[in-house]
């Protein structure tokens, strides 16, 4: 099994930051790409930012400046969202989420529960 553990959600005010984090564990022998999507009520689910293996980085246009995606070192199965600068349209669900091989050598994709960011005054 392959869990995807999120953190770091909440109520900051227009113009604050907030760190996500989402941490993969379980049965995983690599790591293709790592991510988030976010969703709104009433809209769709939209990919956010993500990281390649290569450490390749990309992000929808309306968060480019703002947000930046990064991999632990330490522990290349964590990710984090480092979102400053927010505003009321970021407010929405982020879902972590990851491309990998898990053991055995079948790819998979796997999401986590999602974590809620408000921004409002």
């Known amino acids: 099994q392959v869990q995807l553990v999120e953190s770091g959600g909440g109520l900051v005010q227009p113009g604050g930051s907030l760190r996500l984090s989402c941490a993969a564990s379980?049965?995983?022998?690599?790591?293709?790409?790592m991510g988030w999507y976010r969703q709104a009520p009433g809209k769709q689910r939209e990919l956010v930012a993500t990281?390649?293996?290569?450490?390749?980085?990309?992000y929808v246009e309306s968060v480019k400046g703002r947000f930046a995606i990064s991999r632990d070192n330490a522990a290349k199965n964590t990710v984090y969202l480092q979102m400053n600068s927010l505003k009321p349209e970021d407010a929405a669900v982020y879902y972590c989420?990851?491309?990998?091989?898990?053991?055995?050598?079948?790819?998979?994709?796997?999401w986590g529960q999602g974590t809620q960011v408000t921004v409002s005054s």
């Open positions: 989420y990851a491309d990998l091989w898990r053991v055995g050598g079948r790819r998979y994709d796997y």
């Open positions: 990281i390649l293996r290569d450490s390749y980085t990309d």
């Open positions: 379980g049965s995983i022998l690599d790591v293709y790409a």
